[in-house]
T-cell receptor
Framework: DVKVTQSSRYLVKRTGEKVFLECVQDMDHENMFWYRQDPGLGLRLIYFSYDVKMKEKGDIPEGYSVSREKKERFSLILESASTNQTSMYLC???????????FGPGTRLTVL | GQQVMQIPQYQHVQEGEDFTTYCNSSTTLSNIQWYKQRPGGHPVFLIQLVKSGEVKKQKRLTFQFGEAKKNSSLHITATQTTDVGTYFCAGLGSNDYKLSFGAGTTVTVRA
């Protein structure tokens, strides 16, 4: 079974802090994704990566950056957290960008 | 860019009844996927539809892809409490390389 893990289930940070969310997949998938999930808005794509060191902006990249130094790991970075970034963050991976996506358990981030 | 709309946003169903949730795209899709997210859980892949007019069944769940490949539906018969959750559709545009998720239909079941 594909396993996608995220570093934290719950995280509380203060406004202005730098926040790192880590995601690791164990199936050698080429593609990895970061989404945020908010009530009534569904899943919105922040960034995705189709290869090591490669990244593409999604629909809502503002205020975020990403890093993919190794194939299995995809990090989401909030350079200076703001309260409007309080959300559930979901990581996913897939063999190809259009294939079935396997999601991690999510990180619920609260920015105070 | 491509938009995928889902209706209704919420569906309250009496146990044993049937219901349908709909997914509509502003553009023609190459394929559409459906995911289910249980309360407190993460989205889990259910099925993918590729062909125009395609119908697939999984036990009490019936998935359909429209003839024009711009809409899809999920029909659940004899709803059970295990059907509670949020159902997302995700479409891939003909000229796109990433999925666009709908906002989801959140289903609650009255016993």
């Amino acid at each position: 079974d594909v396993k996608v893990t995220q570093s934290s289930r719950y995280l509380v940070k203060r406004t202005g802090e730098k926040v790192f969310l880590e995601c690791v997949q164990d199936m050698d998938h080429e593609n990895m994704f970061w989404y945020r999930q908010d009530p009534g808005l569904g899943l919105r794509l922040i960034y995705f990566s189709y290869d090591v060191k490669m990244k593409e902006k999604g629909d809502i990249p503002e205020g975020y950056s990403v890093s993919r130094e190794k194939k299995e790991r995809f990090s989401l970075i909030l350079e200076s957290a703001s309260t409007n970034q309080t959300s559930m963050y979901l990581c996913a991976s897939s063999i190809q960008g259009t294939d079935t996506q396997y999601f991690g358990p999510g990180t619920r981030l609260t920015v105070l | 860019g491509q938009q995928v709309m889902q209706i209704p946003q919420y569906q309250h169903v009496q146990e044993g009844e049937d219901f349908t949730t709909y997914c509509n795209s502003s553009t023609t899709l190459s394929n559409i996927q459906w995911y289910k997210q249980r309360p407190g859980g993460h989205p889990v892949f259910l099925i993918q539809l590729v062909k125009s007019g395609e119908v697939k069944k999984q036990k009490r769940l019936t998935f359909q892809f429209g003839e024009a490949k711009k809409n899809s539906s999920l029909h659940i018969t004899a709803t059970q409490t295990t059907d509670v959750g949020t159902y997302f559709c995700a479409g891939l545009g003909s000229n796109d390389y990433k999925l666009s998720f709908g906002a989801g239909t959140t289903v609650t079941v009255r016993a």
